[in-house]
C-alpha cells in the first residue's frame, strides 16, 4: 500500500513532479524513489516520517491504515 500512496502522492502534485525532483527534496536518489514506489524495497521509519513531512501527509495515509486523505497542516 505504501508504495501505491508514495506514487499516487507524487503524480498529483501540481504541478506534478518527477521521481528525482522528489528524490532531491528528500534527500534521496531517483532510484531509491523508484524502488519505494514500485515496491522492491520497503521503507524505513525515518523515510516514512520524511515523505509524511515533504507531502504534509499522515502515516496511517502512506501505510494504508486509512483512506483518508487529510493534508496535515504545517506548524
Known sequence: M??????????FTNPRLTQTEVGLQTGMS?????????????????????FCRFYKESADYLLGLTDVYKEIPEK
Open 2 to 11: 505504501f508504495s501505491e500512496r508514495l506514487k499516487e502522492l507524487r503524480e
Open 30 to 50: 531517483q532510484q531509491k524513489i523508484s524502488r519505494l514506489e514500485t515496491g522492491v524495497v520497503n521503507p524505513t521509519p525515518n523515510e516514512i516520517v520524511i
